[in-house]
């Protein structure tokens, strides 16, 4: 019988123990950033999302084509590849954190071997030692029981930070989509750039060798022939650099292929630079923007496991609950192992209870608080900048279209005023300076226009991105 004294202070012991967790610190979840935004754009200018552009913008824009260079990006870049099988492992953590929730089961076989030597026994035979033989089997089952969740907070953090993981794997390949469009276009309006480059080249020369005859003739002074040999010399000098910057184009599309730093690639390419479609109209608010963005939703899901994160940190200042046990059997002979008089069985059981650790749990506390803290302050910026971006885009779309039109019109004038220059020249009635000037502006007109047709094309891209519109369809 259990004295009245021991009980009592058995009682006291055990009483510490399970209160001691009472005093863990009281659930602060930081409360999510929720944003003001207005119901329209600024520019005043959005994006119909009734299409959601099921087949993809890089057919309406390039084609099939430039559908078939990111197809190919997506399945040859080896960053998106290191990505994918980054994110692989990152769902593995999961699996392996949901199977602490089930029982572990484990079996055994062990044996052993030992000699005793006897001192001071008068054994028969003289003998002075003895071995003896000891055989186990069993089956050892162990399991903590989830008492408060904890276990399963730490399965689905990993499953919000691999949920998180995937969102960014598609920012990646919206990115690489971006990337690879891009130069697709740099290197389209890089060949345009050159052919006309090459005509310019063409022209000053021609130029050339009619004021070097004059010059023969005596009807053009030295000055004359000085200022077309300047100009044709310049216009071949661009040339070359056009071509340089072409070739480096060429080389970094396909190492975002994959494929070698070449300057011969698989696809052919247009070299010319196709109108854009027109885009649709609609009342549509910026808060659609944000449920399309992968890296938006990237955030959320980051901010939501740093939430499980903190309910982990404080309820490790609850007591846990493990057993372990199962049937087994031992013998001194191997053999008798799975005879059933040698069977045994057992069943342990554990709690523990953290009383003092010198502050660290608190400590974990506070900073699985402050991670959660940084998580949604990292998703408002996430935001901001996602509506900054379209902002930005939307207002650009107005605006280069404008300067386009602008441009083609001074292209235009340029021309006629270069052809109208040239024949006073001819007559004699203007100097060489002019018509070479004026020229060299024809030629810089239309590259100019032929830059701004790029732009255009680079700022359509990103405002696909900006929205999260995917460059292929679905199944892709």
């Not at 005793?116 to 003895?130: A, D, E, H, Q, V």
């Not at 011969?264 to 609609?282: F, V």
Request: glycine letters at 6%; one cysteine or more.
């Amino acid at each position: 019988m259990i004295q009245p004294t021991l009980f009592i202070k058995r009682s006291i012991v055990l009483g510490i123990i399970l209160l001691s967790g009472c005093f863990a610190p009281k659930q602060q979840q930081v409360a999510k950033s929720e944003l003001s935004y207005p119901q329209n754009w600024e520019s005043n200018l959005t994006i119909s999302e009734d299409r959601n552009f099921t087949q993809g913008w890089a057919t309406s824009l390039g084609g099939e084509v430039l559908h078939n260079i990111i197809e190919d990006s997506w399945s040859g870049n080896p960053s998106l590849t290191a990505m994918t099988e980054r994110l692989i492992a990152q769902g593995e953590q999961a699996t392996i954190l949901g199977a602490n929730l089930l029982p572990t089961a484990q079996a055994e076989v062990t044996g052993s071997r030992s000699k005793r030597n006897l001192i001071g026994f008068n054994l028969p035979n003289g003998s002075t030692s003895f071995t003896s033989n000891s055989f186990t089997s069993g089956l050892n089952i162990s399991w903590e029981l989830d008492l408060w969740g904890k276990i399963a907070d730490a399965r689905d953090s990993a499953e919000k930070r691999f949920q998180a993981g995937s969102l960014d794997l598609e920012a990646a390949k919206l990115s690489l989509s971006g990337q690879v469009s891009k130069v697709w276009y740099e290197i389209i309006e890089g060949s345009e750039q050159l052919t006309l480059a090459n005509q310019s080249a063409t022209s000053f020369a021609q130029n050339e060798i009619f004021v070097k005859e004059r010059f023969s003739k005596g009807l053009a002074n030295a000055l004359e022939q000085n200022l077309a040999q300047s100009g044709t010399a310049s216009a071949r000098a661009r040339a070359l650099s056009l071509n340089r910057q072409l070739n480096l184009s060429k080389r970094r599309l396909n190492v975002l292929l994959g494929n070698y730093p070449s300057v011969n690639l698989d696809h052919n390419y247009s070299t010319k630079l196709t109108p854009l479609p027109e885009l649709d109209y609609s009342l549509e608010s910026p808060s659609t923007a944000l449920t399309q963005r992968p890296d938006v939703q990237a955030a959320e899901k980051n901010a939501e496991a740093s939430g499980l994160d903190l309910s982990i940190a404080r309820k490790n200042f609850f007591p846990s609950l493990s057993v372990s046990g199962g049937p087994g059997s031992r013998s001194d002979e191997f053999e008798n192992l799975l005879d059933k008089n040698f069977q045994t069985w057992g069943l342990n059981g554990s709690f523990s209870q953290p009383i003092f650790n010198g502050g660290r749990l608190r400590a974990a506390q506070r900073q699985a608080k402050a991670m959660q803290a940084a998580a949604w302050a990292e998703y408002r910026k996430t935001a901001l900048e996602a509506f900054t971006e379209l902002e930005n885009l939307l207002s650009a779309e107005q605006n280069l279209a404008q300067e386009e039109a602008f441009l083609q019109q001074a292209a235009h004038s340029a021309e006629k005023a270069s052809t109208l220059s040239w024949e006073r020249y001819q007559r004699g009635v203007e100097g060489i300076f002019n018509a070479l000037e004026n020229q060299r502006r024809a030629f810089e007109a239309q590259s100019r226009a032929l830059l701004i047709r790029k732009q255009r094309i680079h700022n359509r891209i990103d405002l696909h991105l900006a929205l999260g519109q995917s460059p292929l369809p679905p199944s892709l």
